[in-house]
């Protein structure tokens, strides 16, 4: 788990290519266990690790594919998560025989934007870009499907940034054998969970039923408060727009239940402060899988996770070439990608390293929240090594 020292490193941004060092020449030494492998690929935007674990090369005696994609863009929970995971394995506490049981071969890409990581400035979203300004996260769809064409935002116009060529060349022989499934979990941080709840507290009751629920998942906290509190309702569907082209919903509830709505929302903030807020994404072929891994995720995590009702979504609806919806528009069968979303640790980091001065119980709340959000990813890991 991350310590300290860990964090105090993180918010020396002045020294993040020394700390990059560090973490590449701890991800190396996992080189020296059987059937285990290091790779590391220098790229124009900086070295990216990649870590294999497989008994054997040969494609027909491996039954699965599973690969973990880790901070594409300012985040944390992946890199240290599958450290994390890496280190037990070291540690003796996970055997590699017992992963290989499963004739699967696993990939790990812990630190997908190494610019990002060394580069945490106000400009780049305290490190969400790649060095072009471009988000690494839209480009997956594009890169597995050439011939695709969308009117969304999958870049089609630019390169193919190296990043996601060095995935697809580690997955090229198991894509071309169509037997074989390949399961794909792209580890997210994200801020709206927080800033979501935060403006409903502030905004939802003053403008009543004139809130305008601007993003889905807005409407999906409302709705998990509602189903956690069994709040009555009649009129549906709960969520409606005023006309057809809105960009935006209303919620269609009476003035009372509002009231009773917001009352429970204060509630379940106070009650799961300390707790980390998380979603996991599907799209429609992984559904049943990212279902019932967040499922069986959520039962082992209870204590230390937001109660919820939803620990998944369906994120097909948003049009962009993230891994959740590159798995819809491939003919290629049994391909399941997924993402976890958990609590953005540093949105803005420079805000972080400030409170690291002023706020006596900083660094032991911080540690808190992130050393839940890597718990998570270990146990979705093991969850989806394991169990499936």
């Known amino acids: 788990m991350i310590d300290v020292e860990t964090l105090k490193f993180l918010l020396d941004i002045q020294n993040r290519e020394k700390f990059l060092n560090q973490i590449l020449i701890h991800l190396k030494e996992i080189n020296q266990i059987d059937f285990i492998k290091y790779e590391e690929y220098e790229t124009y935007e900086g070295r990216i690790p990649i870590i294999i674990i497989s008994k054997s090369q040969e494609i027909e005696e491996n039954k699965h594919v599973k690969i973990f994609i880790g901070a594409q863009h300012n985040e944390y929970n992946g890199l240290f998560g599958i450290i994390e995971f890496l280190n037990m394995i070291k540690n003796s506490e996970i055997a590699v025989d017992n992963i290989l049981l499963n004739q699967q071969v696993l990939i790990f890409a812990p630190l997908m934007n190494p610019y990002g990581f060394l580069n945490p400035r106000i400009d780049n979203k305290s490190g969400y870009y790649l060095k072009n300004g471009k988000n690494l996260n839209r480009y997956w769809r594009k890169t597995f ?57 502030e905004n939802l009751k003053k403008d009543s039923i004139t809130y305008k629920f601007s993003h889905w ?28 082209d809105s960009n935006h919903t209303h919620i269609n509830l009476t003035i009372k239940q509002l009231e009773i709505v917001y009352e429970k929302l204060q509630d379940y903030l106070s009650r799961n402060k300390k707790k980390l807020p998380f979603y996991f994404c599907y799209s429609n072929k992984s559904k049943d899988f990212c279902k019932c891994l967040a499922k069986n995720v959520y039962k082992k995590l209870k204590d230390v996770l937001w109660e919820t009702c939803f620990p998944a979504f369906n994120h097909s609806h948003i049009d962009h070439g993230c891994f959740v919806n590159m798995n819809d528009v491939t003919v290629r069968p049994k391909v399941y990608s997924m993402e976890l979303e958990s609590q953005k640790q540093f949105f803005n980091i420079f805000d972080e390293i400030e409170k690291s001065k002023t706020e006596s119980d900083y660094f032991n709340s911080k540690l808190e929240i992130m050393n839940h959000s890597i ?13 499936f």
């Not at 509602?226 to 727009?241: A, D, E, G, M, S």
């Open 217 to 244: 998942l807005k409407e999906a906290i409302i709705n998990n408060i509602i189903k956690l509190y069994n709040i009555p309702y009649l009129r549906k569907p709960l969520f409606f727009k005023c006309n057809p």
């Open 375 to 387: 718990k998570l990813v270990i146990e979705s890991i093991n969850e989806m090594i394991f169990q």
């Open 145 to 201: 499907i050439p011939d695709f064409e969308n009117n969304g935002n999958d870049l089609i116009n630019r390169q193919l940034p190296e990043h996601t060529r060095i995935i697809k060349k580690l997955l090229e022989k198991y894509w071309v054998n169509q037997d074989i499934p390949i399961y794909i979990l792209d580890f997210h941080e994200t801020s709206l969970l927080e800033r979501f709840t935060i403006d409903l507290v």
